[in-house]
């Protein structure tokens, strides 16, 4: 078992001044101990996603957007990002979570996605370039305004990729139940807005009744501790999933439920 070793800051800065070379190792084991963990937990949506679907193996879509110009050019877009040319929010989805969404639509084949909470566009981009090479399907995206000062939402979202986007600007507590009533029945929902247990559980509410049998829900930030107060309590994914008729499980900080017949 690898152990966890803790040091205050200046006293592991001098030691790592003293012996650069075994630093920079720890520095490389860490880097490892966290992709294998990554690795691990990949797999585990492979496996998740493969039960889903007998016609198209998970796997080889995989290593085809690994392999993708759109990998590539997302990747180059987000190290503009993280250089700050331009002031940002923290909150871009991380590239395992883009990962998992391109794959779960890739896998699922939704006709209608819809999701809340765009920012730059990282988790938008990576649905429609999964629904663009299915070939089909429409994503609506809803969000507030940007500030004039910060990139766009559209920041990740290649041009190409627009025709199937509809943007839509606006508090998801308004703009979602209108949406819905318009839409009737969609396939696949994506929560990443507002990560209060209110907030989540009522976006996932309200868009599971308009999810068909084999319709999925999937969620950001089911790790995270919604207050202080309810650090033990489980998110609101988890809560919610435990409480419907739902395939589900978690993927590091992803969350995909199948809502399955009563
Ligand atoms: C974590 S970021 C989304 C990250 C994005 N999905 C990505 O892949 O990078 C959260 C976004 O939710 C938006 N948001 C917060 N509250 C909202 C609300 N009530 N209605 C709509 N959007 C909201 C914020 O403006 C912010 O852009």
Redo the contacts with the bound molecule.
Sequence with gaps: MLRQFHAPPFQAATKALRHPERALLRLILLARIARRKEVRERNRVIRFLTEESSRTDPHTLYREYKKSEFAESFRARRRRLDRGERPH?L???PAF??EALHLAVRVMKPRVVV??????????A?ILDALDRNGEGTLYS???E?DPYEPP?DF?VPSRLQERWRLIL????R?LPVLLRQLGTIDHF?H????TAE?MHWEFETAFAHLPIGGVLTS??VLVSHSLREIGRPNAFAEFCRSKPVRWATFGNVGIAVKLDL
Excluded: K, P
């Design positions: 929010r909150g871009t989805t979570g883009c999701e809340t909470g765009v920012l730059y566009g990282a988790s938008s990576h809803i969000d507030l940007c939402h990740f606006g508090d998801s507590r703009r994506h990443d807005s507002l990560h907030h950001d930030d």
